[in-house]
């Protein structure tokens, strides 16, 4: 087994979205709250780590502070595990970050090196400072993440290695087992391996031995899989109030790339998802996305969020935005090679059509279908146009061969006078089940300008109608 380890010392700030203005997490007592994360610009300003909070805004009156929230900080680590299922089903949670083994995946990702840098890549773009480590047990990588060493460790031989001078502040031991360490002369992994064993056991708790040993592969360590929930929910609390739609765009596409992911791991798309934006003085404000096929393209689905975004007025600022996405139908893999530039064809068609329904609206874009009815007026229908671009949909009307493909809105009345007639009548008798009955017998005519035109007599009141124009 191959293990990576994602330590992510920064979770604390990072699993909000980024701000300009100096920005500070806050820990502590009510009454004496300190700083225990910071962004560069509340370090610009001169702001510490475990400053007093009252301290801080006394360096910057434009403070941004929220309060550190443990739960908000576990669910962050659960929205990354389902992104992360994308590369490997073995997906274990160790705040703060994850673990996930590797062995399995290396081939369907180009190797080892390649591998690593995708997941460091994607880590990056959804906004984290993350921390590799590679190594045969979990704990091991782990150990290896915590003191910045990304050089993957393969073996065991390796490893033990470059476990070896690892200062014993890495493992996880309360701190009077660190004192009396210390007070021994121990400083590193290696220092700790070299004493009798039996002698330590008898001067400290049972847990340093264990971990030891799980470190260094000489005992099992076995992890729990992390098991995604069947319906995608995800949220991002923003820094500060937001009143500008376009500075949403930032946490929105985290939030995508977290449900691409999910995706990804499950081999299917969504065809709806739900984009929430909190505010603390009301009800959220919802706006749902409807595609005409499943995808998983984050890119594209924020595209398309982006454009209803353009188009939505922010009724008071934006503190948190959620996404939300409850089916997930499978992707269409039919022979994706033998009919790629069909399938792409059809792909860049229904892109299009969901671009102009997320800019101008659904209702404003309409599909038309034919329908079995021999009354021209009647012999088609609006639809939606996933409905008018169904694969193997076949027209419902009758053949009509003869006639024009341009139809008048309504009707023109007609003089036959200044007309020849080429071919008819034919008798068109129908809608007496629907009150708008229909007794007319077309013609094909011609003007003197050549122009053809169908026409019909009307058999109620013999009048004549200009119904279409022939190109």
């Known amino acids: 087994m191959l293990w990576l380890a994602i330590h992510l010392p920064h979770l604390t700030l990072e699993l909000f979205a980024p701000c300009a203005r100096p920005f500070v997490v806050s820990d502590g007592p009510d009454n004496r709250p300190t700083i225990h994360a910071h962004n560069r610009a509340a370090a610009a300003a001169g702001i510490r780590r475990g400053m007093t909070l009252s301290a801080a805004r006394s360096l910057c009156s434009d403070l941004a502070v929220q309060p550190r929230d443990a739960a908000a900080e576990q669910t962050a680590l659960e929205q990354l595990a389902v992104w992360a299922g994308q590369y490997t089903s073995q997906v274990s949670l160790q705040a703060p970050g994850l673990l996930l083994e590797i062995g399995g995946s290396l081939a369907l990702f180009g190797g080892l090196a390649a591998l690593q840098e995708q997941i460091s890549a994607g880590l990056r773009e959804l906004g984290y400072h993350p921390r590799l480590g590679i190594a045969p047990t979990p704990l091991g990588a ?11 460790a393969t073996d065991r031989a390796e490893l033990t290695r470059r476990l070896h001078p690892l200062p014993i502040e890495l493992l996880e031991v309360k701190e009077q087992t660190l004192r009396t360490l ?15 064993r039996a002698g330590l056991a008898r001067r400290l708790t049972p847990d340093l031995l264990i971990q030891l040993d799980r470190a260094f592969g000489l005992l099992p360590d076995p992890r729990v899989n992390y098991t995604p929930p069947a319906e995608f929910h995800a949220r991002i609390a923003l820094p500060a109030e937001v009143e500008n739609s376009a500075a949403l765009l930032f946490p929105v596409r985290r939030l995508l790339l977290e449900l691409g992911g999910l995706l990804h791991a499950k081999g299917a798309g969504v065809q709806e998802l739900l984009l929430q934006l909190e505010h603390r003085q009301r009800n959220a404000s919802r706006i749902t996305l409807g595609l ?45 090679e033998l009919f790629a530039d069909h399938a792409r064809r059809g792909d860049d068609w229904a892109a299009l059509i969901e671009r102009l329904r997320a800019r101008l609206g659904n209702e404003a874009v309409r599909g038309l279908r034919l329908y079995a009815d021999h009354r021209p007026e009647h012999g088609w229908q609006e639809t939606a146009p996933a409905a008018s671009n169904r694969r193997g949909a076949e027209p419902e009307a ?10 008048r809105a309504e009707p023109q009345a007609q003089t036959p006078h200044d007309l020849r007639l080429l071919r008819g009548p034919e008798r068109i008798e129908s809608g007496w089940w629907d009150g708008e009955d229909a007794v007319r017998d077309y013609f094909v005519a011609t003007t003197r300008q050549g122009q053809r035109l169908w026409i019909y007599r009307d058999g109620a009141d013999g009048r004549w109608w200009l119904q279409g124009i022939f190109g």
């Open 182 to 196: 210390h007070g021994l002369g121990l400083a590193t992994l290696g220092d700790c391996l070299r004493l009798p």
């Open 292 to 336: 005409l096929q499943p995808s998983h393209d984050a890119a594209h689905l924020l595209a398309l969020l982006r454009e209803r975004l353009d188009r939505f007025e922010l009724p008071v600022p934006v503190d948190a935005v959620s996404v939300h996405a409850a089916r997930f139908p499978a992707l269409d893999q039919e022979h994706p």
């Open 142 to 152: 782990w150990l290896l993440a915590r003191a910045r060493d990304e050089v993957p």
């Open 398 to 407: 009758p053949a009509a061969p003869g006639r024009p493909l341009w139809l």
